[in-house]
């Protein structure tokens, strides 16, 4: 039978502390009580679900959950069941149990025999720390007295004294109305023992730390958790859970491997993600290996040579052979071959990622060793690898998986003769984390280096760690630019290879030119971008200020300097008030309206920031006459958070007469070719992760992109055909742009990296990044590995801890924070995962926009069809609140998190992790909603899974 989670079960201790029972009901029994186990002592809150040891007795007949017993394994403490079955309490039945309370049929905690054992089992932490030998009114009357009991003064000054000696504590806790009473005198007491104290509404702290002002885990007015499910969808969960948890009985062994321990080379994490499958066993034995890849290598040979000399093969030959990249095929192979590490440069639009890594193939295929060799090519983003593989595969003639595949997160096509594997540097970084030595692979080839992305520049020093121990490897690093010396030196004078680019024509009009071409005028006014009512500030932020933001001061001089006395009056004028800060979303509006009336037929690409800007523009462009009449426009947007599905559709052709528009981040700036684009808008900026040096934070914000993205942009016009650039800002800003944009690793924090090089023991992480290609600073470095200290990531030997090993699993993602929240926002502020977002308010990547940004998130995700969305913005507010005082999250990490608990916590994710993996939920979760990557998807459900399986409800309910 599946375990029935009730629908209105609140998660870990909340609803003891808000279905607590009267205190004044025990008064009689409780009164002369010992000290229990616990005695004042705190207990965090997701440990309050815990009986008394008297208890025990009652577990060994329990079948509670898997989930309770870890927790009980954990904490060496048992728990305890009301019913003694499988399903944790639900509210009605809290309320019976306080009827029955009521009927005397409850037992003290003074080891009298109860008249029904399991009811004794409610006597949580909490009921014990209730007795009462003072009634309100007598409370209130002797705080007016100021009275004090001598008696509970000398029992605190030794309870205090028993704290100070015992290591293993750190505070004592106290609901008492007589400590409430005397707080100020055992208060002063303990602040002569060198103790702190602090009186939290109703409970009174005593500690060896200073304490924060709030303490979310003490605050019995937190907001309660309160979902409502549909039947249905309940059932489903049910389900899910009762067929993973048989399975589990069934076959206890193949789960007892922690999930999170990857240094195992056959660790499950491989197959379970999907990431890579491990080589082909020897069957039976090496020889017999051998006759069956010669075999299947002369078949590789065969389909080869029958697709090349049919009609559409010698077509699509002649295609390529006008590449620029096939005149140098030859010298390509002749280096790969004598050397280990070749640099190529190609321009853009020469053919470096569709051919190069087709040559390779095409040679071993051809000299029958086809199915020896095993080909993988890393492409920075999910939306060109998955692009650039269906390509070549067409243009081998294939269909995807068969020659040729893909892999991104949670997704791919390979077959079993996939021998070209295209995917993207995560995937091949998390294939390094369970196959140090790459077995099986021939040749690893590195596309857009360029970028210096901070996976791709990690990716290099593992790789040139590993050249040593794979001499036969081959390592292809190619790039965009002609910076490939730098390359070319850290790999020991690697040989390089320019490839000239091939485009066609692409005519440029800088602002000037548009404004003259189109007649538009610039005023102050219209150039403030409409971001809609919610995002107010946004607006705001493009009004005049006093303080110039970096993208303007960046180009001051260069706009002061420039001279346009050949343009019109008006254009200078125009020119004269222009807003640097702003997109420019009404400019881009009539420049796209003015295409679609004056130009020729044609897609455009139009390159914006982000998120914010695509969807504010497709709003407003979709209220325009020309532009939101579908017969006439198909207006599309690209963004990495979208399902790989939804970007694809960039890519098909629209009908007959109707232009598609495409909106896109930089994600369609490299690698890929969209047919049909003649025409390209580029507003110049991309976000960018940095550091605000004014508030000392990092951020995600726009920035001007650099000369060498400006060129990638243009250079997706004039792919198959003529084209036109248009960049919505004057020549003399592109000028000033630098011709490279500082490396990833250089520019933002370095702690997903450093727990990445943990994770890969790789040993001292400064050492470690002392042999990238451009170390960064050493003090970056210390403050990295400082913070992950400080949050419990690191020990102070830098080891990994269990926390560390958790975060790793996470994607290197800027949002991570906003995911962690909102994990956070859906478990309704339970302690654990508040602290998890705790954590993530000090995320490197969630700057205050983000939080905005969360906000946001936050609303959209609760106007879903949720039946629980009042619930959830409520329990938005109270984040809100909880998240002013800071220092209580700061806290609680430091003292509570990182103690026995995150035993605890690991052993829930874990085993909910398996669950995920067996049902298949990640998935179906991911793929049904929209807006979301997979990376955030599987983030947030992993945390939400992975500390509570009542989450499981809400997660699927979306
Ligand atoms: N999906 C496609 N459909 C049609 N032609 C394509 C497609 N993909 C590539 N091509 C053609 O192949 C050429 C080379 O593409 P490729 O992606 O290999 O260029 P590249 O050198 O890697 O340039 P970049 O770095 O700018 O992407 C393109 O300019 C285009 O003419």
Known sequence: MPPSYSPHFLPFSSQFLTHTIKPSLFSPTMKDRPPSLYGAVYVPPHHRLISSPNNQNATKNSSAPAILSKLRDHQNTPILNAKGTASPPSLPHLQQQQQQQQQGTYNNNNGSKSSNNQNAQYNSAYCLGISENVSDRQLDLSLQSGTFDEANIEEWKQKLAMLLHDDGKQELVSREKKDRRDFEQIAALASRMGLYSHLYSKVAVFSKVPLPNYRFDLDDKRPQREMSLNF????????????????????????????????????????????????????????????????????????????????????????????????????????????????????????????????????????????????????????????????????????LGESVGYKVRLEGIKGRDTRLLFCTTGILLRRLLVDRNLKGVTHVIVDEIHERGMNEDFLLIVLKDLLPRRPELKLILMSATLDAELFSSYFDGAPLIHIPGFTYPVRTHFLENILEMTGYRLTPSNQIDDYGQERMWKMSKQAPRKRKSQIVSSVEDALRAADFKDFSRQTQESLSCWNPDCIGFNLIEYLLSYICENERP?????????????????????????????????????????????????????????????????????????????????????????????????????????????????????????????????????????????????????????????????????????????????????????????????????????????????????????????????????????????????????????????????????????????????????????????????????????????????????????????????????????????????????????????????????
């Open 602 to 958: 044609g897609a455009v690409l139009v390159f914006m920031t982000g998120w914010d800007d695509i969807s504010s523009l497709k709003d407003k462009l979709q209220a325009h006459p020309i532009l939101g009449d579908p017969s006439r426009v198909l207006l599309l947007t690209c963004h990495g958070s979208m399902a790989s599905s939804e970007q694809k559709l960039i890519f098909e052709e629209p009908e007959d007469g109707v232009r598609k528009i495409v909106l896109t981040t930089n994600i369609a700036e490299t690698s890929i070719t969209i047919n049909d684009v003649v025409f390209v808008l580029d507003c110049g900026k991309a976000k960018e992760t940095s550091y605000d040096a004014l508030n000392n934070t990092p951020c995600l914000l726009p920035s001007w992109v650099s000369k060498v993205s400006t060129q990638q942009r243009r250079g997706r016009a004039g792919r198959v055909q003529p084209g036109e650039c248009h960049h919505l800002y004057p020549r003399c800003v592109y000028d000033a742009f630098t011709e490279y944009q500082l490396p990833e690793i250089l520019r933002t924090p370095l702690q997903s990296l450093c727990l990445q090089i943990k994770s890969l023991k790789l040993g001292s992480i400064s050492e470690f990044l002392s042999r990238a290609l451009q170390s960064p600073k050493l003090l970056a470095v210390q403050n990295a590995i400082e913070y992950l200290k400080v949050i419990g990531a690191l020990d102070e030997n830098e080891n990994l801890t269990v926390l560390g090993r958790y975060l790793t699993m996470l994607p290197m993602e800027p949002k991570l924070g906003k995911m962690l929240i909102l994990g956070a926002i859906l478990n309704c502020l339970d302690p654990v995962l508040t602290i998890v977002a705790g954590l993530s308010v000090r995320d490197p990547f969630l700057t205050p926009l983000d939080k905005k940004d969360l906000a946001e998130a936050a609303k959209l995700q609760f106007s879903h069809d949720h039946s629980d969305h009042l619930a959830l913005v409520r329990a938005y507010e109270g984040w809100k609140e909880a998240e002013k005082d800071l220092a209580g999250y700061d806290y609680c990490w430091k003292n509570f998190l990182s103690a026995q608990s995150m035993k605890a916590i690991d052993s829930l994710r874990e085993e909910f992790l398996s669950l995920l993996k067996d049902t298949g939920l990640i998935d179906s979760y991911a793929t049904s909603c929209n807006g979301w990557s997979y990376d955030q998807h599987l983030s947030r459900a992993v945390i939400c899974y992975g500390l509570y399986p009542g989450i499981c409800s809400v997660v699927v309910s979306f």
């Open 232 to 399: 249905g969808l309940l059932k489903r969960v049910n389900a899910y859970l009762g067929e993973y948890l048989s399975k589990k009985s069934r076959n206890k062994e193949s789960f007892s491997d922690n999930c999170f321990s990857r240094s195992s080379s056959n660790s499950s994490i491989v197959t379970e993600e999907g990431l890579f499958e491990q080589p082909e066993p020897l069957a039976s034995g090496t020889a017999v290996m051998e006759k069956i890849l010669l075999r299947r290598s002369s078949l590789l040979r065969d389909q080869q040579q029958a697709w090349q000399e049919s009609l559409e093969g010698r077509e699509m030959l002649e295609f390529r052979q006008n590449l620029p990249a096939y005149k140098e095929k030859d010298t390509i192979l002749i280096a790969i071959l004598q050397n280990q590490v070749v640099i190529i440069s190609g321009e853009t639009g020469c053919g470096k990622t569709t051919q190069i890594p087709q040559f390779i193939l095409e040679s071993e295929i051809d000299s029958a060793r086809g199915a020896f060799c095993s080909i993988i090519c890393t492409q920075p983003r999910r939306i060109s690898a998955i692009s650039v593989s269906e390509r070549v595969a067409s243009e081998r003639g294939e269909k």
